[in-house]
């Protein structure tokens, strides 16, 4: 494999390949410079990554554990977030340089000059205050040291809806999980649910972040893939069954005593749960559940990944415990991808107080109030990491190691040469393989060695390449992107051994 480059360079060399090949960039940008940062747009070969991995993770997540998928608006009514607490609790603190009145995220900005990272989100005011006067920090862009008392800056959109609005009365939502939990009832009575009760979305969701910031990483405006587990917290008695097979699988914590160290603890699903860590065989299910999806299904090695316990002050306002599935590079550090909450019955309860609606659940002559654990994707970050850590170079090219099956081009087809007569035959060649339902890519210019790098900087896993000796025998050439490396096939073999490549195997498995 290639050699490998510089760690610190990673994110730049990512981005600005996906600018250049339209995976991703900046909204707008191009005829408008002073559009506001932290939107971006998904270009040809992003949406396609992003939907492969949105599909994979219907398939192999939502089917497979029995959720059902629902769709709700992103605009919701003021009163939602009253009852859920986002009014109140969902704030940043920021504060304002006196002299050039730029604001700033106190914790990043303390971060950033003085290196110092854990713990600031669950620090005081005051706390905070006292840390940017004695460390001196000073405003980036005047390097004026003169801070306005810290502000609490609350996240949420707000809008007013309708003519006669003269105050906000709907927000954007900032998660989708209000929408399940305000349509939870509904729901539960027209599919005649039973707990546990599963739903999911997928969807856009919206954050007034203060400093929009590393592409895909902390954006205004992005995805979520989110699964909304309703529960009786005295029965997870089903989850029992489930987690059985999986008791033996290793679970990935960094324990919030090991902040410090930065020690993993690889401890079983088994002493996960029976010494109390994880609650319940449900989360303790769901937690295997996700690790296992990150690892086997998106790629990313184990190592790469842990479950951080937050913290009094760093989780949510709504969460009796929570960990961030996290991801490695070397150039950003650990990252969020999944954030795992426990939310009790916070949502369903603030809910039935604010509107007056029982929200309890009859379970077997008993009233319910259920329990939620949801675990939420923030799919952006996942489709930035799935390049980044595909990322590869060496002297003679770059390419993209995506997996295989979340390639968004899966085969291109290439005639050797630019005559009539090969060129007749690779479109025919194209549009078999079209037709078979591959997601194809057909180039004839430039040399051969150009066509493949293109595709391999694209991460394409095959390219078939179409010469004279197609015509005489019927034969095409397989290329592997990671290998470089051929192998001559018969046309009628084609689609299915591509088939086979694309779900893993080796070409030289498919010529055995
Ligand atoms: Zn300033």
Redesign the pocket.
């Known amino acids: 494999m290639g050699e490998q480059i510089l760690k610190e360079e990673l994110f730049e060399k990512v981005t600005s390949l996906a600018e250049r090949r339209g995976f991703f960039w900046q909204s707008a940008r191009t005829l408008y410079s002073d559009a506001p940062a932290g939107y971006w747009v998904y270009g040809p070969l992003g949406t396609l990554l992003k939907r492969k991995i949105t599909d994979i993770w219907r398939k192999e997540i939502v089917f497979k554990e029995g959720a059902l998928e629902i769709e709700t608006p992103l605009t919701l009514p003021i009163k939602v977030f009253k009852a859920s607490g986002h009014l109140e609790h969902f704030f940043d603190k920021l504060t304002e340089?006196r002299?050039?009145?730029?604001r700033f995220r106190v914790d990043k900005l303390i971060e950033e000059q003085c290196g110092v990272k854990e713990n600031l989100e669950g620090m005081s005011d005051e706390d905070l205050m006292r840390i940017l006067i004695e460390k001196g920090v000073r405003?980036p862009?005047?390097?004026?040291s003169n801070w306005t008392e810290i502000k609490h800056f609350n996240l949420m959109f707000t809008l007013q809806v309708g003519a006669d609005a003269i105050e906000p009365n709907a927000a954007l939502r900032p998660e989708t999980t209000q929408g399940s939990v305000v349509e939870f009832r509904k729901t539960y009575m027209v599919s005649r649910g039973k707990l546990p009760f599963i739903l999911a979305q997928v969807g856009r969701v919206f954050r007034n972040e203060i400093s929009p910031r590393r592409a895909l990483i902390r954006m205004r405006e992005f995805q979520q893939l989110e699964i909304h587990i309703f529960f009786d917290p005295d029965n997870t008695s089903d989850y029992d069954r489930k987690l059985k097979p999986l008791l033996n699988y290793k679970l990935r914590f960094l324990r919030k005593e090991d902040r410090e160290t930065g020690k993993i603890s690889e401890i079983t699903a088994r002493e996960a749960l029976e010494s109390g860590y994880t609650v319940n065989s449900l989360i303790t299910y769901w937690l295997v559940i996700y690790q296992k999806f990150f690892n086997e299904v998106i790629g990313i090695p184990a190592e790469r990944l842990r479950y951080r316990e937050l913290i009094e002050g760093e989780k949510a306002h709504y969460a009796l415990v929570h960990w961030d599935l996290e991801v490695y590079t070397e150039d950003l550090g650990w990252v969020e991808l999944v954030n795992n909450a426990y939310r009790t019955d916070h949502d369903l309860s603030g809910h039935q107080k604010v509107s007056g609606v029982d929200l309890s659940v009859d379970v077997g002559g008993r009233k319910l109030m259920p329990h939620l654990y949801e675990p939420s994707i923030g799919l952006d970050r996942v489709v930035y990491h799935v390049l980044a850590l595909s990322y590869r170079e060496d002297v003679k090219r770059v390419w993209l190691a995506l997996p295989r099956h979340l390639a968004p081009i899966e085969v291109a087809v290439f005639p050797l040469l630019s005559k009539d007569e090969l060129i007749f035959r690779a479109k025919q060649i194209r549009d078999l393989l079209k037709s078979e339902g591959f997601h194809v890519f057909y180039d004839e210019k430039g040399s051969i060695g150009r066509r493949y790098r293109r595709m391999d900087e694209v991460g394409t896993p095959a390219c078939v390449t179409v010469d004279y000796q197609t015509l005489s025998d019927g034969t095409v050439t397989l290329r592997d992107r990671d290998t470089m490396n051929q192998v001559r096939l018969r046309l009628e073999e084609l689609p299915r051994a591509l088939r086979r490549f694309l779900s893993g195997a080796s070409l030289e498995e498919l010529v055995e």
């Open positions: 340089c002299k050039c009145h730029t405003c862009r005047c390097r004026a």
